[in-house]
Every structure is written in structure tokens, then in C-alpha cells.
């Protein structure tokens, strides 16, 4: 790391932004002792803000069918292999309870986008959560839908909504995408999502293929103007039924560089530490959090139809119970000194503007 670099680490600490320019100097120079120097000014970032509260959030995963056919997906719709399941109202009810058993306050549903889930039928299930558990969140990552749709799901409850932009740059979007799909709908969506009053998190995949130093420089520069109350970003891993399954998996190093920096413009944004990171290293979602993270997202999914949610290979957790990850992740964050929170967590953003 020469000077031009910490000088860069420090303009980001202390005014919380760079310019594009500036991002892509970053990205591109970034050596170790950078990341390091990151790592730490990020960690201790978050912990002025969290102290050392990692918050921990549900993951159900409903329905593997999907109408969508995004080239890096491994439920992509043209993934005859996929093994496709729906989760039943009760069963969805039976995953949050013993998730509220095991102390989650929040449950994230999370799917394909499966046109069973009419808004009567997806506001019935929220509405049915929110009566179980009056105390906790309900978010929601099924995709883009209009904003009728999103209006009348958070009127039935749900508090907050995921949907990752993927990246910033459209040219890009489109190499990722098919063409039924466009950028400006999913700009849309996080727009309306918004305005509609959810907290929202948006997020992409590092190392996705033809992601460049240029496109993640527009991916921060979005993020932060867009200032989302999460941002979920994780390696892209090849899933051998897509048409990526020959493209290289995203490197821990940029994902925990990227995690730093997003700290670093965001004090109280929340960053997940994701499955992927964790998939791609044994420590990943434990370097993660010490690269600036403060969320982790354990799977509260049937241990019969967890293998069937493969977004990407070789993912972790598939053959565990919803307790075994909870604990496991309790013990691995306690191993480097944070402690996990069981509340609602909500976003700082929101309860700043409420
Ligand atoms: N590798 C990593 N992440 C993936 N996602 C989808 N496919 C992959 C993959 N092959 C991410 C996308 C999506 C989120 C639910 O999972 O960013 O928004
Ligand atoms: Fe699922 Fe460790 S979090 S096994």
C-alpha cells in the first residue's frame, strides 16, 4: 500500500464517501496491508455503533419454483435439474415457531419468484406470522412485483423487504440477466420499496462474471446514495446447472475488502455475513464480521428441502437443523469475542426518519 491508498482509507473514514474515481483507485491498488487497514477502521466502526451485537435473522426459504431466469441462479427456471418445493402456510408457521423458540425476532421468507404467491396468498401467511408473533419482524426477499403488490404485503405486515440490485451498471445487468428482465424494473422496485415505507436491503454479488473494477465503483456509489438499511453481499459461486457453471467464484478477500468499505460509508447500514462467504471458507462469515459485518442469517428452513434451495453449489448448512446452525453460529461469533442479539434489530436509518 502505497500513500495514495491510505490516504484513500482515511478520506472513506472520515468523510464516508470517495469518489467513483476514486473507488475504482481503491479497488484496484488494494493490496493486503490495505484490506487489513480496512478491516480494522471497519470493525471499529461497527462496534461504535453495535458495540459487539451481532444481530441474527431466520432464513425460510419457501419455494424453489421460479419464473425468472437469471443466468447465475441455480433455480433459474431453466433448470430442469432443480428439484422444486413449496412450503406450506403451516409449514412456514412450524419453521417460525421453533425459530421463535430458538430466540429469532426476526423471520426472512425468502424465494423464488413463484407465481403461487398471489398477494392474497403471501399477505394471509404474514398476516398469520405477525398474529403468532406479535414481537418480531417479518421481511420479505420474493423478487420484483409491482408496487400494488408491495403496498398491500406491507399492509398485511411485513416490515421489511430484500431485493439485491445486483449491480449498477447496466450493461452489466444485462450480461446477468435475460432479456425479459431489465435494470429500470429493478431500480424501480427498490424505489417503490421505499417509498412504500419498508426497510429495505439491497446487494450484489462479488465476482459476479463481467464485473469490473468500474461497475463495483458504481455499485458503491449507489449504495450510498441509495443508503439502504441492508446491504447483502456475498461471493458469487458457480452453480454447475447454469450457463455460469465455468466462471470463476468470487475471492474472500474482495468480498471482505467490499464489506469494509461499505462499513466505512454506512456506520449503521447492516451487513450481513452471508452463507456464501461462509461457503467459500471454512471462517468466512467470522471474517466477515471482523471485516466490518454485524448480521448473520441462520437457516430456519426443513432440513427435508434445504438441499433443494441451491442457488449455487456446495452450500453450507444443507444438512443441518435449524437449532444446530443457530447454535453453531453462536459459538463461532463468541470465538471472536461478539455476542449474538436476539431482538428485531432494526435499522438505525429507519428509526432515525420514523
Ligand atoms: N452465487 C452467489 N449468490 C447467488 N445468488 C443467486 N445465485 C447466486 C450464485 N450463483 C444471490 C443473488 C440473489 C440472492 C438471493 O442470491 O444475489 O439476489
Ligand atoms: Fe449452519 Fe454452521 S451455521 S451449520
Known sequence: MDACERELIEKLEGENTLSEEEYVQLIENGDEEARELLALKASEKSKSVFKNAIYTRGLIEISSFCKNNCLYCGIRRDNTFAERYRLTGEEIFSCAEEGYELGFRTFVLQGGEDLHYTDDVLCGIISQIKKNHPDCAVTLSMG??????????????????????????????????????????????????????????????????????????????????????????????????????????????????????????????????????????????????????????????????????????????????SAQCRDCLEERIKTIGYRLVVDRGDSVYYMENK
Do not use: W
Request: hydrophobic share 35%.
Open 144 to 321: 420484483e412485483r409491482s408496487a400494488e403488490s408491495y403496498k398491500a404485503l406491507r399492509d398485511a405486515g411485513a416490515d421489511r423487504y430484500l431485493l439485491r440490485h445486483e449491480t449498477a451498471d447496466r450493461v452489466h445487468y444485462n450480461t446477468l440477466h435475460p432479456r425479459e428482465m431489465s435494470f429500470d424494473n429493478r431500480m424501480r422496485c427498490l424505489r417503490e420499496l421505499k417509498e412504500t415505507g419498508y426497510q429495505v436491503g439491497c446487494g450484489f454479488m462479488v465476482g459476479s462474471p463481467g464485473q469490473t473494477s468500474r461497475t463495483l465503483a458504481k455499485d458503491l456509489m449507489f449504495i450510498r446514495e441509495f443508503k439502504p438499511d441492508m446491504c447483502g453481499i456475498g461471493p458469487f459461486i458457480p452453480h454447475r446447472n447454469t450457463p455460469f457453471a465455468g466462471e470463476k467464484t468470487g475471492t474472500l478477500e474482495m468480498t471482505l475488502f467490499l464489506l469494509s468499505v461499505i462499513r466505512l460509508m454506512l456506520p449503521g447500514v447492516l451487513l450481513p455475513a452471508t452463507t456464501a462467504l461462509g461457503t467459500i471458507h471454512p471462517r468466512g462469515r467470522e471474517l466477515g464480521i471482523l471485516a466490518g459485518a454485524n448480521v448473520v442469517m441462520p437457516n430456519l428452513s426443513p432440513a427435508a428441502v434445504r438441499k433443494k434451495y441451491e442457488l449455487y453449489d456446495n452450500k453450507i448448512c444443507t444438512g443441518e437443523e
